[in-house]
């Protein structure tokens, strides 16, 4: 009996089940509002958009000499907090989602500012999680952008490749992020269901909404893909529909 409690636990405890998505981006000119609102249509995840503290600028005035300025303190001194933009307060719990998409337009080759200063405040909560980036801009490559998210998370685990959507392409970018979550397989991602053995007395069977498990047993224990215990039972049947993300929240 005590190695099939064990084998169990240790079959359960790499069982993500109904992963949660956050969304966070910015979005200065819409093309990536317009993106984040196509994906919400291909996938449930939460959203978060950031906005700068400082309201009423126009970042393509002189030449986006604003965004210029904004992006040069970052890059002359990364490390330093006083280096990044004021941003909204933001109220989300990091702790919740398993995988966390990025939307972020390309300025000056870098990542736009007021979104790394949320990452730059954030990024460490971000350990371990499935990290997707997409990027708008115009032409550039987004290479910079991706380096500036690898600087600001880490430890995050981002996932292969990133999306480059071109200004040109938003108005016509749902096959392009179709195309990319089944690259990236984010429905097994999102429902990080996997194949796996057990011991030949139990029977482990996956339904939608359940996992039941026929066979002699203590207790089972659920882990979500960040390492957090979601459920424990002694009962041979538990529900999931609880562990189903939340619907789509978007700021007024």
């Not at 998505?21 to 950031?50: C, F, G, M, P, W």
């Not at 005035?61 to 970052?74: D, M, P, Q, T, V």
């Amino acid at each position: 009996m005590k190695k099939l409690i064990f084998t169990l636990m240790a079959v359960f405890s790499v069982i993500a089940v109904n992963a949660k998505t956050l969304i966070v981006y910015y979005s200065y000119t819409n093309n990536v509002e317009h993106i984040v609102t196509e994906l919400r249509n291909q996938i449930k995840a939460d959203v978060v958009e950031i906005e700068p503290a400082e309201k009423g600028l126009d970042y393509a005035a002189n030449n986006y000499a604003i965004g210029s300025a904004l992006i040069s303190a970052i890059r002359n001194n990364p490390e330093e907090a006083s280096s990044y933009p004021a941003i909204d307060p933001v109220s989300v719990n990091l702790a919740e989602y398993d995988c966390i998409i990025i939307g972020a337009p390309l300025w000056w080759s870098n990542m736009a500012a007021p979104l790394q200063t949320w990452l730059f405040n954030n990024g460490s909560q971000m350990a371990g999680k499935k990290t997707g980036l997409i990027v708008s801009s115009a032409s550039s490559g987004i290479s910079g952008v991706e380096s500036d998210a690898r600087r600001l998370v880490p430890d995050g685990d981002f996932l292969s490749q990133s999306l480059w959507i071109r200004s040109s392409q938003t108005s016509s970018c749902r096959s392009m992020i179709s195309s990319w979550l089944e690259q990236i397989n984010y429905n097994g991602i999102s429902s990080g269901i996997g194949s796996f053995a057990s011991d030949n007395t139990v029977n482990i069977n996956i339904t939608p909404g359940a996992i039941r498990v026929d066979g002699d047993f203590q207790s089972l224990e659920l882990y979500n893909m960040s390492g957090n215990k979601v459920l424990e039972s002694a009962e041979n049947c538990i529900s999931t529909s609880s562990l189903t993300p939340r619907h789509v929240r978007r700021k007024a």
